[in-house]
């Protein structure tokens, strides 16, 4: 398996404008998280799916920011209108979900609202 | 209110000595704790676990040690060598839960 893939590795986009991630999950893992890392909070889980279906979204900062999950195997998260703080790297994780079970993490997306 | 702390920002330490990274916690209810290893440009990976029934876990130059009672964990590298030179990240999780919980990362810089 490929591993966790994120598109786009980097995104610079305009105040306002809306942005779109996307992460696809290895193949059998039946939870998929959305991480944010900047330099103050570290990692901060933003939502996280189990089987398709939305667990705990309290760490989506913001209406601006939505999650979807529309198959096993593709994830988007959509920020509208982006603002400049919104500028760091997201990233996408996904698990087996079993007791004991790690995550595997995408190799991020670097986001820029200038 | 971040419930896994890592309050050393940085950590430099000499080519071949022992690197010790430390985590607290303060959920009472976490029962599975992990380290991730991150260079930059990547994503985390997966370095070695903890379950709270343990409190040593080893795998190779990496140790990690749990003492539930001062909900802090802590993660030994030793010998410690160039290319572990990286953000080190500590989480943990509860049960039925799934769901991990970050610190803030610690950078450790290994000097040869």
């Known amino acids: 398996d490929a591993g966790v893939i994120q598109s786009p590795r980097h995104e610079v986009t305009e105040m306002g404008q809306e942005v779109t991630l996307r992460c696809k999950p290895i193949s059998g893992h039946d939870y998929l998280f959305w991480y944010r890392q900047t330099m103050m909070r570290g990692l901060e889980l933003l939502i996280y799916?189990?089987?398709?279906?939305?667990?705990?979204d309290s760490g989506m900062p913001e209406d601006r920011f939505s999650a979807k999950m529309p198959n096993a195997s593709f994830s988007t998260l959509k920020i509208q209108p982006s603002e400049p703080r919104d500028s760091a790297v997201y990233f996408c994780?996904?698990?087996?979900?079993?007791?004991?079970?790690?995550?595997?993490f995408g190799q991020g997306t670097r986001l820029t609202v200038v | 209110d971040q419930q896994v702390k890592q309050n050393s920002p940085s950590l430099s330490v000499q080519e071949g000595r022992i690197s010790i990274l430390n985590c607290d916690y303060t959920n009472s209810m976490f029962d599975y704790f992990l380290w991730y290893k991150k260079y930059p440009a990547e994503g985390p990976t997966f370095l070695i676990s903890?379950?709270?029934?343990?409190d040593k876990n080893e795998d190779g130059r990496f140790t990690v040690f749990l003492n539930k009672s001062a909900k802090h964990l802590s993660l030994h590298i030793v010998p410690s060598q160039p290319g572990d030179s990286a953000v080190y990240f500590c989480?943990?999780?509860?049960?039925?839960?799934?769901?991990?919980?970050f610190g803030a990362g610690t950078i450790l810089r290994v000097k040869s």
């Open positions: 989480a943990a999780s509860a049960p039925y839960g799934n769901k991990l919980v």
């Open positions: 994780a996904s698990s087996l979900g079993t007791v004991d079970s790690e995550a595997f």
């Open positions: 903890i379950s709270s029934i343990k």
């Open positions: 799916f189990n089987n398709n279906v939305p667990i705990d």
